[in-house]
């Protein structure tokens, strides 16, 4: 299009010193205009730098949006520096070190633009006078930030869509503080919104960000931000980001259809939610790190989880508040671990978790009251020493178990119901403790209370209701009761009275106090054992047709002959199964397996995915695997190491037992060492339960032959063994380029050499960890891409994504 002219209508004082007419070119169209003056521009392509220092309006043709380009060869296209209008008018820009058009000083009003560029930004405000009021303008830059806010800059963008972006979509640095209302900005890479900076901060308006390769709202470095009824969905890294001292607030925001975490806090990062709504993300809905690092939030929903990670994770010393939440449709509710991490819930529900609705571990603490927590397999588990907090006024219904406490936990509960649940209501094992003060349990499938050996555990007030095997089961030094009750006219309980007070109350007794052992006590969800996939992996698991699990097993770098023997164990399997269906005899098949080779070679997946094809084969009733080592089974004193190892196989029903390190039970200098007791047990258990268990051992191959020494018994029924052989360089290159893929990232020229060189080299000595060592060294190389990535100001997809040689750690010494 050629280029037209431009007509000057001189305004206010300006007409008795300058004169009004038509010009050919811009530059000197504006050289005569002066503040009020109208510039209307002809259609066509102009290839002029324009600088604005003067308030006039400068527009195309009304409804002509597009017939008037501006599109110099290089530089800045428009540069305005007054408070002048410009409206209608196609934006166009080549120069990769300067943007599209630039706002210095001044309250311009931009409406109706379209910059349509591949410059350094589209848009870009700078200097604190700067403050442009831009309306429905419309921002193309793949070479680039589609919108940059810099410098103090600020000024409010109304209508304005950011439709692809090289980099960050809007990006606000230097104590810049722009405000968005009615945005969409979709289409960029690296984030949708940026804000980074100490004075730096945003805040926004019914806006909307998608489609974003990488995270939809970045915020961080002291940066602040506000989004009022906003969306954020289908990005490809996480929805929202704080790091280091951000605080951003979001009030009536959707963020949802996230593949990683829904938001993710680090660093002394605060956020706050009000009536927001997070659904379908892969990860955690809500990741929060740190000490100092906070979520307080208030009638919020999360919910409908489309990955196998919590709802909540809050590690590391940080904390989070929910008031009035609901959280449901997830594998697991909260999580809070690690000492000083916290959690505080008040009148919030928690419901339909496939797994445990609150887990407390590691020293971390966490407060509920007045919460209900339903259809859940675990209600709350507290598990392990230091981890504790309360739970007041809670009610739980409708779970596997209801509140669980283990290895040394101790948490109080005051007036918490537990209604219907298909095992315990409260149990207590593995040196777990505990306050109980004026809880019920109503409707159990199993006991009420049940405290097995040595938990000190404490219980005032308490009562039971129709509990199908007792309101209390205690084990002969059991907790300290006071005042407790129950309807069952044989409840069973064993007890010693609290210290100047008798075991029952003035108003209240327990019934028929008798000693009662359970031989095998076992509520659903509760492994004394830990599972290999996470809490309450025990859940049934999903069903797969065997050709899936297979594949999958295939899919596996290297493991040749362990593949061969799976498979022709599978195949041995299924022809006994057809032949039994054709009514012939079909050959015995010992599905106890001996898995040998050094750690990291894929002992444990192979074993899970052997339970799969064993549950879609029929031969077992669930397929989930249960991981547990000799710290699981051994107690500390006679007769406990039968108890636990009883438990784990109890949990493992219907699966597979995989013990890890078997060896360990039958160490060569043992003497009298219990550990030859879990073995004896799980002999017999195998014998007498041969159809309901299979029993993976694994270890070292030299210890694993002595293992299968110590008992007449163990070699009969370990009669196939599968040796794991060790990774060389090149499927550990595989496994690092696997690793990259899934977490999209691509190595760069050399790379791949330099990694085969890089394995090969490599000591291969006692504590060479094969798998894992080759995902520590892509960690690795992560970890040195973004110290180097980070001192990029605008890094390029290719740089954010490509991995170098210089990335690889440095070798380690030889052993």
Not at 13 to 26: D, N
Request: proline share 4%; hydrophobic share 40%.
């Amino acid at each position: 299009m050629a280029q037209g002219t431009v007509q000057v209508t001189h305004g206010g004082a300006s007409r008795w010193r300058r004169r009004s007419g038509e010009y050919s070119t811009l530059a000197a169209a504006l050289a005569v205009a002066g503040d009020g003056d109208v510039l209307s521009i002809s259609p066509g392509t102009y290839r002029e730098n324009l600088v604005l220092h003067h308030a006039v309006t400068l527009r195309g043709p009304e409804g002509g949006l597009g017939s008037v380009r501006i599109a110099p060869p290089d530089g800045v296209a428009l540069t305005v520096r007054a408070s002048a209008v410009v409206q209608d008018l196609h934006l166009e820009g080549q120069d990769g070190a300067a943007p599209a058009l630039l706002v210095e000083d001044g309250a311009p009003e931009l409406t109706d633009l379209r910059v349509s560029t591949r410059s350094a930004a589209g848009i870009e405000v700078r200097g604190s006078g700067a403050r442009p009021l831009v309306r429905r303008c419309t921002v193309e830059n793949p070479a680039g930030v589609g919108i940059a806010v810099l410098d103090g800059g600020g000024g409010v963008f109304e209508e304005c869509e950011v439709v692809a972006a090289g980099q960050t979509g809007v990006s606000v640095r230097g104590g810049g503080r722009p405000r968005l209302e009615r945005c969409r900005i979709h289409h960029a890479v690296g984030a949708g919104i940026g804000v980074t900076g100490e004075g730096s901060g945003l805040e926004a308006l019914g806006c909307e960000v998608y489609e974003i390769k990488g995270a939809g709202v970045q915020i961080a470095a002291r940066a602040t931000a506000r989004l009022t009824d906003c969306a954020v969905h289908r990005t490809s890294a996480d929805g929202v980001t704080l790091d280091t001292d951000a605080v951003l607030s979001l009030a009536g925001c959707d963020i949802h259809d996230i593949p990683e975490n829904a938001v993710d806090l680090r660093s002394r990062a605060v956020l706050t939610l009000s009536r927001t709504t997070v659904r379908r993300f892969g990860r955690n809905g809500l990741s929060v790190w740190d000490p100092g690092t906070r979520v307080d939030a208030e009638g919020c929903e999360i919910h409908d989880s489309t990955g196998d990670y919590p709802a909540v994770w809050v590690s590391d010393g940080a904390a989070v508040s929910l008031d009035s939440c609901r959280v449901h449709d997830v594998p697991d509710a909260l999580f809070v671990l690690d000492r000083g991490s916290r959690v505080e819930v008040v009148d919030s529900d928690l419901s339909q978790v496939r797994n445990t609705a609150v887990s407390v571990s590691d020293g971390a603490t966490a407060q509920l009251d007045d919460c209900r927590i339903r259809e859940a397999a675990t209600g709350a588990w507290f598990r392990d020493h230091g981890s504790g907090g309360t739970l007041a006024n809670c009610t739980i219904d409708a779970v596997q178990t209801g509140v669980i406490v283990t290895k040394g936990a101790d948490p109080a509960l005051e007036r918490c119901t537990v209604t219907s649940p298909a095992e315990a209501g409260f149990y207590v094992s593995a040196g777990g403790r505990g306050t109980f003060t004026a809880c019920r349990v109503t409707g159990s499938s199993g006991f009420g209370f049940h405290v097995l050996d040595g938990c000190r555990t404490t219980l005032a007030r308490c009562h039971t209701e129709r509990c199908a095997r007792g309101g209390y089961e205690f084990p002969e030094d059991g907790p300290l009761v006071e005042g407790c009750t129950g309807d069952e006219s044989a409840a069973r309980a064993a007890a010693r009275p609290a210290p100047g007070g008798a075991l029952a109350g003035a108003h209240a007794a327990v019934h028929d106090v008798t000693v009662v052992r359970s031989a095998v006590p076992q509520p659903a969800g509760v492994p004394a054992a830990r599972p290999a996939d996470g809490p309450d992996s025990g859940a049934a698991a999903t069903a797969r047709d065997s050709v899936e699990v297979l594949g999958q097993l295939d899919a596996l770098v290297g493991l040749d002959s362990v593949k061969r023997e799976v498979r022709a164990l599978t195949d041995m399997i299924e022809v006994g199964r057809r032949r039994q269906q054709a009514g012939l005899k079909a050959a015995s098949v010992r599905r106890h397996l001996v898995f040998t080779g050094s750690p990291g070679t894929g002992k444990t997946t192979v074993a899970r995915l052997y339970g799969e094809i064993l549950a879609s084969l029929g031969v077992l009733e669930r397929g989930h695997l249960v991981e547990v080592s000799r710290v699981d089974l051994v107690g500390e004193h006679i007769g406990s190491t039968a108890i636990r190892t009883q438990e784990a196989f109890e949990r493992a029903r219907g699966g597979v037992l995989f013990i890890d390190e078997a060896y360990a039970l039958a160490p060569e200098d043992s003497g009298r060492d219990f550990g030859r007791e879990a073995i004896d047990t799980l002999v017999k258990l195998m014998e007498d339960h041969r159809d309901a268990v299979v029993v993976i051992v694994a270890g070292y191959t030299a210890e694993m032959e002595r293992f299968l020494t110590v008992n007449p018994g163990v070699a009969s029924r370990f009669s196939r063994t599968i040796t794991f052989g060790d990774y060389g360089p090149g499927e550990l290159l595989r496994i690092v380029e696997q690793q990259a893929e899934e977490h999209e990232y691509r190595l760069g020229e050399g790379a791949a050499e330099a990694l085969l060189a890089y394995f090969t080299q490599l000591p291969k000595g006692p504590g060479f960890g094969n798998g894992r060592t080759a995902r520590q060294t892509f960690e690795s190389m992560v970890e040195r891409h973004a110290g180097r990535v980070a001192q990029l100001s605008e890094p390029s997809t290719d740089e954010l994504t490509l991995l170098f040689p210089a990335d690889l750690p440095v070798q380690p010494a030889p052993c």
